[in-house]
Nanobody, 120 residues
Framework: QVQLVESGGGLVQPGGSLRLSCAASGSIFRIDTMGWHRQAPGKERELVASITTGGSTTYANSVKGRFTISRDNAKNTVYLQMNSLEPEDTAVYYC??????????????WGQGTQVTVSS
């Protein structure tokens, strides 16, 4: 199958920056869309940003202008650069992907999550 491993979370002060990374590995035939979701305590999981193989991006309104998603297709890795962080960005951030392990079988793996805490 396909595994996603995230890194880069941590504690940062308001106004600060963090960069998250997520690498896909395993029986990868093709990875199409990759993205990031987040879940804050007591709230539902929400889409933060996604990116296609061709580079088309989607962002939640709450992060537009502050977060940038990018990917390295050769490394099956997606990044999330987070600037001007706010306490409201505090959440567990999850990487996810849509891809194939062969020509017919698609997979939708999730990473284990990485904690981002924005606090002074």
């Amino acid at each position: 199958q396909v595994q996603l491993v995230e890194s880069g979370g941590g504690l940062v002060q308001p106004g600060g920056s963090l960069r998250l990374s997520c690498a896909a590995s395993g029986s990868i035939f093709r990875i199409d869309t990759m993205g990031w979701h987040r879940q804050a305590p007591g709230k539902e999981r929400e889409l933060v940003a996604s990116i296609t193989t061709g580079g088309s991006t989607t962002y939640a309104n709450s992060v537009k202008g502050r977060f940038t998603i990018s990917r390295d297709n050769a490394k099956n890795t997606v990044y999330l650069q987070m600037n001007s962080l706010e306490p409201e960005d505090t959440a567990v951030y999850y990487c996810n992907a849509y891809g194939f392990i062969n020509r017919l079988t698609d997979v939708r793996p999730w990473g284990q999550g990485t904690q981002v805490t924005v606090s002074s």
